[in-house]
């Protein structure tokens, strides 16, 4: 069995630089970081967060596809 870190939305904020907020908003319409719903509390997996992160990377903007 493998112990996962789980951080709560402010945690998460702190570490990608959005605000609490924001990550609500793209829990509802879609386009974030991948969550875990335990009972009413939500949590990240730092793994996800940063495969999140990655995935977002551009080296430009005419790359980005929104």
Known sequence: MTIRLLI???EAAERTGLSPRTLETLRLRGGGPAFVKLGRSVRYELSALEAWI???RSASTSEYHA
């Open 54 to 56: 990655d995935a977002n």
């Open 8 to 10: 709560n939305t402010q």
